[in-house]
């Protein structure tokens, strides 16, 4: 928020669940519930995966950054969790 970004995460996973995982990570950001995925579906995002040998639907771990018109100003598509953060902030010091 110090950077002027407004910081949303979307799942699947219902609203209640979501609550009580924002609790227990003490995350400062909102997380907002997909649960037909149909905005996953708009951004791309839902699709076949593979985990330990099994093929499911799922969503793809990407980040979009948009801007205050609804542009997509940058995709992250190719990120570590525990380092995400930094990586956006670098970006966004190198292009404003």
Sequence with gaps: K?????VLGISTDKPEKLSRFAEKE????????????????????????????????GIHRISFLIDANGKIEHVFDDFKTSNHHDVVLNWLKENA
């Design 2 to 6: 110090k950077a002027g970004v407004e």
């Design 26 to 57: 003490l995350l400062n950001f909102t997380l907002l519930s997909d649960e037909d995925h149909q905005v996953c579906e708009q951004f791309g995002i839902w699709g076949e995966k593979t985990f330990m040998g099994k093929t499911y639907d």
